[in-house]
């Protein structure tokens, strides 16, 4: 990538700097020295920021000081991704950011989550194997300036904390959580680097804080980090003073130069892992800070029914009070997601474009494994969309999920086998809680379905478990609410197969599942299921019809035995 001739000459400054500091102390004049002899300078190409030698800097004027020392008030253990078996969300942290709503059932401080809640809960507990920073960057914060009591969880400062104790990590997890949904991500404040440094000098530990979020010039890799001070090196640069929860203890650097608008900052997933610079200028937006204010209270809930998310506010630009559904990618490879204009949200190339109006994508804050999750991407509700699962960037085999989640509703296909160059492509028809997967390969996915009734007596979580689609096809799922149907279309298989059903239904008082397995999926043939006349109190079990040439007419009808 061609950088600027800015950038060029504060790696240069850099490397200067640390090869004085690694001879000579850390005198001052040094790096003034150093520092006024950059026109001279003669500029280093790196292929890759990789390869840029790690540096230090000297001591400058500290002009702000939050009071937040990273050996007191951070955290004493590293960020953890799935390395370790914690604890992440669960229904009480649900139920605490969105309210009972979350609940289709409560029994004391039970709660039963909905349907679309449990699967919403599942996408993002999934995505932080990838990292916790953003939570653990928040909360140290939030614990300094005393909105969380380090005492819930048995020390007087964040730097007495056990990563082993899971209250803390379910803590950690929410916090992380918060990231994904509004107002949280809508109050994210993008600028200029010299704006960022602004704001973070009006910090306030009895006021409002921020923490800082970096981006790669491609909007990946995200990372989170928390502000605590600014020093003035002299000339125009600056450094932002963080802690960075990948360098427990440590003070770290990053760098903003005043004359032409560019940062830097020298990253890693741990100390133990090769470093990477971040850089930026005035035109990338890859730095932002998110006020810590936005997290507190109550989020909108992108999955509850009558509610859901818009992107109003926060500087996004989007339709007012425009409700959004939410698509994840779970697993390798990367998504491209085109409306029926054929304009595309997702990865062109190796970057993100979004070209659908009123659409947008949030790159997840975590950095602890290297391997950061697709974004989460917004599409506007009732919007059909066409999803291409790439694996073209594969270089052995993946198992993905593909869901889409709005109000009241979650559908998709889990348990993709994707191989290197394999193209799949999943087509969601959300205002018909509908679903179409096809592929070219032998799959046995699971298409999975949930929704929320609250005006109806029950609600109810589908799984069309292993419908072998030997030799390639189309594979169609529809639920037809007012029937009381769920339907699968194998008019578009290439062969024959079987599948296993299974049912969830809550209601107020009680929980109840049905299994089928073995059900043939003759090709062509079209297969209704009544689910809305089954209880666990019918002994006469579920009603299967099937329509064997798609014209609309059953051909034949059977019931099916609960297997449980």
Not at 188 to 215: H, N
């Amino acid at each position: 990538m061609k950088k600027s001739a800015p950038l060029y000459i504060l790696f240069s400054l850099l490397i200067t700097l640390g090869l004085l500091l690694s001879s000579c102390g850390t005198d001052e004049e040094f790096y003034d020295e150093a520092y006024a002899t950059e026109e001279a300078a003669t500029e280093e190409v790196f292929t890759d920021a990789t390869e840029a030698p790690v540096a230090e800097s000297a001591p400058g004027e500290i002009v702000y000081d939050l009071g937040f020392t990273p050996q007191e008030n951070g955290f004493n253990f590293s960020n953890y991704g799935d390395d370790i078996p914690a604890t992440n969300l669960t229904a009480g942290e649900m139920r605490r950011m969105f309210g009972d709503q979350v609940c289709s059932r409560l029994d004391g401080d039970d709660c039963t989550l909905t349907p679309p809640a449990e699967q919403w809960m599942e996408e993002i507990n999934g995505s932080m194997a990838g990292g916790h920073c953003e939570g653990m960057a928040v909360l140290s914060l939030m614990m300094y300036t005393n909105q969380v009591s380090p005492s819930e969880f048995g020390g007087s400062v964040a730097s007495d904390l056990d990563i082993n104790d899971e209250a803390l990590q379910r803590e950690i997890a929410y916090w992380w959580a918060t990231q994904t949904v509004a107002p949280t991500y809508t109050s994210v404040i993008k600028g200029t680097p010299m704006e960022i440094l602004e704001v973070v000098q009006q910090m306030d530990a009895s006021g409002e804080t921020y923490s800082i979020g970096i981006y790669k010039e491609d909007g990946s890799g995200g990372h989170a980090i928390t502000p605590f001070g600014v020093e003035d090196k002299g000339n125009g640069l600056y450094a932002i003073l963080v802690y960075d929860n990948n360098y427990p203890g440590e003070t770290r650097e990053l760098f903003v130069d005043s004359r032409d608008n560019t940062w830097l900052y020298e990253a890693s997933i741990n100390p133990q892992v090769e470093s990477e610079l971040y850089t930026g200028n005035a035109d990338t937006q890859t730095l932002d800070l998110t006020p810590t204010s936005a997290r507190l209270g109550t989020q909108e809930c992108p999955f509850c029914d009558g509610g859901g998310v818009s992107l109003k506010g926060g500087g996004v630009l989007a339709a007012p009070d425009q409700k959004l559904n939410q698509v994840f990618l779970d697993g390798e490879g990367h998504i491209l997601i085109t409306d029926n204009d054929g304009r595309r949200l997702g990865y062109v190339d190796g970057k993100i474009v979004n070209e659908i109006p009123g659409a947008a994508y949030t790159a997840y804050r975590m950095e602890a494994s290297g391997n950061a999750p697709e974004p989460i991407y917004w599409i506007p509700e009732g919007l059909d969309i066409t999803v291409e699962i790439d694996g073209s960037a594969l270089t052995e085999e993946t198992l993905t999920d593909l869901i889409m989640i709005g109000p009241g509703f979650s559908i998709g296909v889990e348990g993709i086998y994707l191989e290197p160059g394999q193209v799949d492509t999943a087509y969601f028809y959300p205002a018909d809680q509908t679903i179409a997967y096809e592929t070219a390969a032998d799959e046995s996915p699971y298409i999975v379905i949930g929704i929320e009734n609250p005006d109806a007596e029950a609600d109810y979580y589908f799984e069309v478990q292993g419908a072998d689609i030997q030799g390639g096809g189309i594979i169609t799922v529809y639920l037809d609410t007012k029937a009381g149907d769920l339907l699968i279309n194998a008019e578009k298989l290439n062969n024959e197969g079987t599948f296993d059903f299974y049912l969830t239904r809550i209601t107020d008082e009680l929980e109840e599942e049905f299994a089928a397995e073995g059900i043939v999926l003759n090709q062509g043939a079209v297969v209704y299921v009544n689910y809305a006349e089954w209880t666990d109190a019918n002994p006469q079990g579920m009603y299967f019809g099937v329509d064997l040439d798609d014209d609309g007419v059953i051909d034949d009808e059977y019931v099916v035995d609960d297997s449980q």
